[in-house]
């Protein structure tokens, strides 16, 4: 299958008062087109900047390192800004964290779809403008045509979101990121607007990077998913064999404390030994090798690579191993 | 990384000038004020390195004793600001309520008066000497100078160790004096040096309108109302003290930005 | 809208009551008897007589009602008699006032012009030599005192080059042309003065909003650097520098004493400078009063704009929708 998207071995890094240190760690993965990718770790494991990086979006004193991004055919890291600026929003597009701050408070939301709209096409004001309004409609914006003269402060957050993928998508994208693209939101809007992405997405054949923190989201709205540890990429496979025999131990002491509300609540919730490792205080060897239970002294020497393990991906010594240990159970 | 050290060239400049105007009698090739120690007007030379004024006294000798005025005028007035304006901005910043609103709305009042208004008013009426001059542009400085202070404190009142120490029963007075106070020395300073800035444009500019010193003595201010006066004759007589006062308040402005900028990234760092 | 309007008219009034309250009260304290001004230094006068003409000015009631009859006579246009000429203070602030409110208006809008282009070209690329060679220029331009910008451009303009005029004044009726002409070196003097505190202001107000998510969402849209700088962070970040640019305005009013009297030019700053030399007070204090209400009008007029101009404060937020 042809992939949508290519990372090769990208890396990151920020300064601190030790030099500069690496906050995504050489890491590689595909999309295949028209298929949902979701993308988990903790806050500040690197899956945000990941992203950041396929928009072109990083900032100083966030640095892009080493690595290749192919977007279809072309290479985007070693574009020129003005090259890539034209496949913003028309081959890859991002849906962003916070509705609240990612649309400008002063300028009415039609003219902010409108712009984009415009950007990538030839339509006039006014084509644009009808064009824009069955954006709103398609996202579920009630009375649209009236909606599209507010001002971001006049609606909710979950409308406020549904205004960002409209505007994420009024330049037809092929691959769209969604980072944190709910958290903002109360329980129940959000799964509205998950469903609304999943459905927009699979109508449009779009390829999705699905980035969260909650493995329960990302199961239930995409085909594989990546789990991502202090910069690494720990480990790849399909949903069903991440969920049910997970052999990276970081992947399985973030399954079992996941906070399950339908099983029993008298029953502690398991949490994880420890913290990250500070930035600028990376572990050698394994990243994670400080808070396993299974370390070996072999996990503190040598990085353990991402290979193929039972059909999957994983990164740990041990993988192989623990998933039979794992069947066993 | 930016290179930084405790020298600092304004700081270098500032100390330079005050050094150079305590030194004036020593430095001063002539007395200041005796007249047709040169020709009338004459540009620089190796006699006169700033050129003579209209009665042929010394330029250099007459800015080396000018900025013995400008600046005492200058530290006398940062020093009023400073005690008027930590009392008024502590007070308001500590006791709060009603009496913080009261004292913050005058601030307000008094920035709203135009300076140079009252200072014209002020200084007719008694006359300007270096008793009076610091004494109302050290006025003019304190509201701002209070803002500052009070903002600081009600910061530093907020924050976790004195909402701890208040809490253990540490006497308000005392927290305020031992803690407090040493806690927003760096902000005072930097609002020391901006308010030096400030004073010697104040002088230079009241000076420049004849509300300055009185002849023979002159500050920078007066040298320039009469190079300024005599700008048709010659433009040395107006440059150099033109030049010494821009130069004085800039490097008193640098100080202050530098501070705040080391002291922000002190504070980012941690 | 309605509340905004007048909670910001409110704390005018009491900034505006106060600063009155000074102004009487500064009059007063300073040394100087007014009956004594008023008669002139070199006048003889007898204790009785004195005492007689401090009662017909009022001068022994009780401060408090003094200066509520003081305050009465000014809010009827009654702003006293100038001791030295006699005529009223309305009068000649009135006669005085279309100078100095012409000189501010250029001077204002010399300073928003530049810091339009100036701030938006240095937040382009921070710390470019664009930037900093900007940076530097307004740091010498807050440490040079505006007479002093006064005097360099009437040295160049004037002595050397002779292009133009370095004092007088001719009325916009008289001709539109020598008028302009000879308002052109104190408002560039003034302009260049006010400048960079509205370019400091602005660039540190554009940085900031350069940070924010809207901007990255706009940039992930695709837009150029132009587009993204003009449409999305100067709309924004002028809403706070409106209120900037209101003070600025007021303390134009105020700085341009200076400059007027440097140009000779007959505003109500020349007016004061004149009178202080005289000791009449009473136009001193008048040419405050007017200065002050103007100052505080402005910032209150620039807050209303303010309002104006970001929908936040100009709409209400009834009409709030839920998913």
Redesign the interface.
């Known amino acids: 299958m042809k992939n949508a998207l290519v990372v090769n071995n990208l890396s990151l890094s920020v300064p601190s008062?030790k030099g500069r240190v690496t906050v995504v760690d050489d890491v590689s993965f595909d999309i295949p087109a028209g298929k949902k990718i979701g993308l988990v770790g903790e806050s500040g494991s690197g899956k945000s900047l990941t992203a950041y990086s396929l928009?072109r979006?990083i900032k100083d004193p966030v640095q892009i390192d080493k690595g290749e991004i192919f977007l279809g055919e072309k290479e985007i890291l070693g574009m020129s800004m003005k090259d890539f600026?034209?496949?913003?929003?028309?081959d890859i597009?991002?849906i962003?964290?916070?509705p609240m701050?990612?649309?400008?408070?002063?300028?009415r939301i039609g003219a902010q779809i409108i712009?984009?709209i415009r950007?990538?096409s030839d339509l006039d004001h006014g084509q644009a403008r009808r064009l824009a309004i069955e954006h709103l409609a398609s996202v579920g914006i009630?009375e649209p045509d009236r909606r599209i003269d507010?001002?971001p402060?006049?609606?909710?957050?979950?409308?406020l979101q549904?205004v960002?993928i409209a505007?994420?998508l009024s330049?037809e994208p092929k691959v769209l990121i969604a980072d944190e693209a709910t958290t903002a939101l109360d329980v129940t809007?959000q799964d509205?607007v998950l469903t609304l992405i999943d459905k927009l997405a699979a109508e449009r054949g779009l390829s999705v990077l699905l980035i969260t923190h909650d493995l329960g989201v990302a199961a239930q709205f995409s085909d594989d998913i990546m789990v991502m540890y202090a910069g690494k990429l720990v480990e790849k496979g399909s949903v069903n064999q991440i969920f049910s025999h997970p052999v990276h131990p970081y992947t399985k002491a973030l399954l079992d404390s996941r906070c399950d509300y339908t099983i029993d609540v008298t029953k502690p919730i398991n949490s994880i030994a420890g913290q990250p490792p500070r930035l600028d205080n990376r572990p050698d060897g394994c990243v994670f090798s400080p808070r396993c239970e299974h370390v070996q002294p072999r996990c503190r020497e040598g990085v353990p690579p991402l290979i193929s393990v039972q059909d999957r991906l994983a990164a740990c010594f041990r993988a192989e191993e623990l998933f039979h240990v794992e069947m066993v159970k | 990384m930016k290179f930084k050290s405790r020298f600092s060239f304004s700081g270098f400049l500032i100390l330079l000038i005050l050094g150079v105007s305590l030194a004036a009698p020593i430095l001063s090739p002539y007395d200041p004020n005796a007249i047709a120690v040169g020709e009338p007007f004459a540009g620089p030379s190796g006699k006169h390195w700033f050129g003579t004024d209209d009665l042929g006294r010394d330029l250099l000798s007459r800015i080396l004793y000018g900025g013995r005025i400008t600046i005492l005028i200058a530290i006398s007035a940062t020093a009023i600001a400073l005690i008027i304006g930590t009392l008024w901005g502590l007070t308001a910043g500590v006791r709060r309520g009603w009496i913080d609103e009261f004292l913050m709305r005058t601030a307000d009042a008094t920035m709203a008066i135009p300076q140079i208004l009252f200072a014209l008013v002020s200084i007719s009426a008694v006359g300007a000497s270096v008793i009076s001059l610091p004494i109302v542009v050290g006025i003019l400085l304190s509201p701002t100078t209070a803002r500052m202070a009070r903002s600081a404190v009600v910061t530093e009142l907020a924050s976790d160790y004195v909402v701890a120490a208040t809490a253990s029963g540490i006497k308000r007075s005392r927290l305020i004096i031992s803690e407090v106070m040493p806690n927003i020395a760096p902000q005072l300073l930097v609002q020391l040096s901006i308010n030096a800035a400030a004073a010697v444009m104040l002088e230079a500019t009241l000076s420049f309108i004849g509300l300055g010193i009185q002849p023979p003595n002159a500050s920078w201010g007066t040298l320039m109302l009469q190079g300024y006066a005599k700008i048709w004759n010659t433009y040395w007589f107006v440059f150099f003290p033109a030049a010494a006062v821009t130069i004085t308040i800039l490097a008193f402005n640098a100080y202050g930005e530098r501070i705040r900028v080391s002291m922000d990234s002190r504070r980012s760092s941690i | 809208m309605g509340k905004f309007l007048l909670r910001r008219a409110t704390s005018s009034l009491i900034v505006l009551s106060m600063s009155v309250v000074l102004v009487f009260m500064s009059i007063r304290i300073l040394p100087g008897d007014p009956v004594l001004a008023k008669l002139g230094a070199a006048t003889e006068v007898t204790p009785a007589a004195l005492k007689a003409l401090r009662e017909e000015a009022g001068l022994n009631r009780p401060l408090l009602v003094q200066l509520f009859s003081w305050i009465n006579r000014a809010l009827n246009g009654d702003l006293g008699v100038s001791y030295f000429s006699q005529f009223p203070v309305t009068r000649l602030v009135a006669e005085r006032i279309p100078v100095t409110l012409e000189l501010t208006f250029f001077i204002i809008l010399i300073a928003v012009v530049f810091s339009l282009i100036l701030a938006p070209l240095s937040t382009l690329k921070p710390g470019s030599i664009v930037d900093r060679v900007i940076g530097y220029f307004t740091s010498l331009g807050l440490s040079i005192p505006g007479f002093v910008i006064g005097i360099i451009f009437i040295l160049i303009f004037s002595l050397q080059l002779q292009w133009l005029p370095s004092r007088g004044y001719v009325p916009l009726s008289q001709s539109v042309g020598d008028n302009l002409r000879l308002m052109i070196l104190p408002s560039i003097t003034g302009g260049l003065t006010a400048t960079p505190y509205l370019v400091r202001y602005l660039r540190a107000s554009m940085l900031e909003i350069k940070q924010s998510p809207f901007v990255r969402t706009a940039e992930g849209k695709g837009l150029s650097n132009w587009r993204i700088l003009f449409r999305h962070i100067l709309p924004n970040s002028l809403v706070p520098t409106l209120t900037m640019l209101g003070l600025i305005v007021g303390y134009t009013l105020s700085g341009v004493v200076v400059i007027e009297y440097m140009f000779g030019l007959p505003g109500i700053g020349s007016l004061a400078i004149e009178s202080s030399f005289k000791r009449d007070y009473v136009v001193i204090q008048g040419v405050a009063l007017t200065i002050i209400s103007f100052f505080i009008l402005t910032t209150f007029l620039f807050d209303v704009l303010c309002g104006l101009v970001d929908p936040r404060l100009r709409l209400t937020k009834e009409q709030k929708s839920e998913v």
């Open positions: 008062a928009m979006l600026r034209h496949m913003r929003g028309n597009s991002m962003y964290q916070d701050s990612a649309l400008n408070p002063i300028m712009e984009s950007l990538h009630p507010s001002y402060f006049e609606m909710s957050g979950g409308m549904r960002v505007i994420a330049g809007t509205r």
